[in-house]
């Protein structure tokens, strides 16, 4: 924006231009000269105004046509037709963000596609018998979910080699099925082999790794009701309990053939020796990439110790000494990935299977970001609810989740919002176990329309009814941009979802900026494995 400027400058400056290439003097040759030199380009302004002439810069084109990036500003829109090249460098539309004068700017990343990339490329043949599931394991699907009907890519791509016995690594996009596509072949799997001998502490026979205890209530529930009526048991063990409430989760269930637990709450019950995992024969770490992170990284290892991965699939055919067979999932999985594999097992026994839209932005979800003041956040996000408590929805649907990077700020922002008589959900992992339970089942279940919750909340777990996402905090990686964004769009999505980002910090720019650029040029993230199955690295 031009600044008024005064007009003695004006005429001052006017003077001066006279003699432009002199160093001019304003006072007597007596006194000692300051010296003042005209700026080229304000020297060039001057004479343009002089001469009447036009500004030189070019008259904005907006086109009129669907969009991929829509900005504040229009020239800096994308039309949906145009792709950037890998190499080409573009104007981002949040260029400058980092500067305080940007606040208030904003884009969109808008909707692409209709469908989610999962169910594109099938035809309406594909079925899961074509799969090489039994027939009963079909029944018990039919039962247990019959609105699933047609495979997803990565089911049919997944399903078959896990039937056959491979270890395999399958990375694929939120929300594109990837439960079923390991449950189906655990349960056909564990029918198919018979039980070796009676052991005196639990020994499941398949097992399910998953970082947080609301996803292994998740994936306990989906593979209960497929595993009903198969005549198999499927327990949960979650973390946070102390020793009693582990032994006692066990004693009710002790024959259960299926275990889906956290790696801190299997760790106890092993050590102490209130279970076996003597008899498995499938084993899955769901959300790899954390398990296989630091956090979780000691216990994996030491869980793994005690059981006995199969190397390749004739391992698995010798009755008198049962191995396992080992599958890792995940919809993100960082650089470098295949040392984190080589501590589990040799990453050249896994077959993987990867989708293409693998670490890439949802191109059906449109994502808008925000650059806002820290302050502004709070009225920013009031606006939000109130504007989506506004509009009409059917019962348990269009609901909000609210992501922050921490436990305080969780329960400050739910105090705000009850000053405002917002109800709302709260879940963070500072709460006790006894008040953390259920509450992610219950905002599944339309018990409340607004969930605040942290990155407990991101990974994994299905929330089909979800139709916002809004990042008050901006995630701090953009893993965890994948995994939030992902709570919308997801298979089965009862409505188009939308994600919000309010973009305060410099370090946000930074990671909106790659979001952007690689928006663009429709291409996958930076930072995250390109081809997970990439060879390791030879050592010196
Ligand atoms: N073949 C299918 N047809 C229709 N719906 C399906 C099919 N497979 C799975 N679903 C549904 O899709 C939703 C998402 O599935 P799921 O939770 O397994 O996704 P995911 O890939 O594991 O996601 P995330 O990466 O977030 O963990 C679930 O509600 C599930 O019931």
Not at 299 to 316: F, M, R, T, W, Y
Not at 378 to 387: G, M, N, R, T
Not at 482 to 498: C, E, F, K, N, T
Request: proline share 7%; with cysteine; hydrophobic share 40%.
């Amino acid at each position: 924006m031009a600044l008024a400027r005064p007009t003695w400058l004006l005429l001052l400056t006017d003077r001066l231009l006279q003699a432009p290439r002199r160093i001019l003097s304003v006072r007597g040759p007596e006194e000692a000269l300051p010296v003042v030199r005209i700026p080229r380009a304000l020297q060039r302004r001057q004479a343009q105004r002089r001469s009447g002439c036009q500004s030189t810069k070019r008259p904005v084109l907006v086109r009129p046509g669907p969009l991929l990036v829509s900005a504040r500003r229009p020239e800096l829109n994308q039309p949906a037709r145009l792709t950037l090249g890998r190499w080409e460098c573009a104007t981002l539309a949040s260029r400058g963000w980092r500067h305080r004068r940007a606040h208030g700017d904003y884009f969109s990343i808008e909707r692409a596609q209709r469908d989610m990339p999962a169910l594109r490329h099938l035809s309406s043949h594909d079925s899961f018998a074509d799969l090489g599931l039994e027939p009963r394991v079909l029944r018990a699907l039919h039962d247990a979910a019959p609105e699933v009907v047609r495979p997803t890519s990565v089911q049919s791509r997944t399903i078959p080699p896990l039937l056959r016995g491979h270890n395999l690594l399958c990375a694929a996009e939120t929300g594109s099925g990837k439960t079923l596509s390991y449950i189906l072949p655990l349960l056909q799997r564990i029918l198919d082999r018979p039980v070796l001998d009676i052991h005196r502490v639990p020994a499941p026979r398949g097992l399910v790794l998953v970082p947080s205890r609301e996803l292994a209530e998740q994936v306990q529930a989906v593979a209960q009701s497929l595993g009903s009526s198969l005549g198999l048991q499927v327990q949960e063990l979650g973390g946070g309990h102390g020793m009693r409430k582990i032994r006692l989760q066990l004693s009710k269930q002790p024959s259960a053939h299926v275990l889906v637990a956290t790696p801190g709450a299997l760790w106890k019950a092993l050590k102490s020796q209130l279970m076996s995992l003597e008899q498995l024969s499938f084993m899955v770490l769901d959300e790899a990439d954390t398990l296989l992170d630091e956090s979780f990284l000691d216990l994996v290892d030491n869980i793994l110790e005690k059981s006995h991965i199969a190397q390749d699939p004739a391992d698995l055919e010798d009755p008198f000494n049962p191995k396992a067979q080992l599958v890792l999932v995940g919809a993100t999985f960082p650089e470098g990935v295949s040392y984190l594999l080589s501590k589990v097992g040799s990453p050249g026994s896994l077959t993987t299977i990867t989708t293409s839209q693998l670490h890439c932005i949802m191109p059906h979800v449109r994502q808008t970001f925000l650059r806002l003041k820290g302050a502004e956040k709070v009225a920013e996000l009031l606006q939000i609810l109130k504007q989506h408590d506004k509009e009409e929805k059917p019962a348990a649907s269009g609901t909000v989740l609210v992501f922050c990077n921490s436990s305080s700020t969780i329960n400050w922002l739910g105090y705000i919002l009850d000053d405002h008589k917002i109800k709302h959900l709260r879940l963070q992992g500072q709460m006790p176990a006894s008040m953390r339970a259920g509450i992610f089942q219950c905002f599944q279940k339309g018990c409340q329309d607004i969930l605040l919750c942290t990155d407990i909340a991101s990974r994994g777990l299905d929330s089909t009814h979800v139709e916002l996402v809004v990042n008050y905090d901006f995630p701090l990686t953009l893993q965890d941009y994948i995994h939030r964004a992902g709570r919308v769009g997801r298979l089965g999505s009862q409505v188009p979802g939308a994600v919000v980002s309010f973009v305060t910090h410099p370090w946000d720019v930074s990671l909106v900026q790659k979001i952007e650029l690689a928006a663009r040029r429709r291409r996958s993230l930076p930072g995250l494995a390109s081809s997970v199955g990439e060879p390791l690295p030879q050592e010196a």
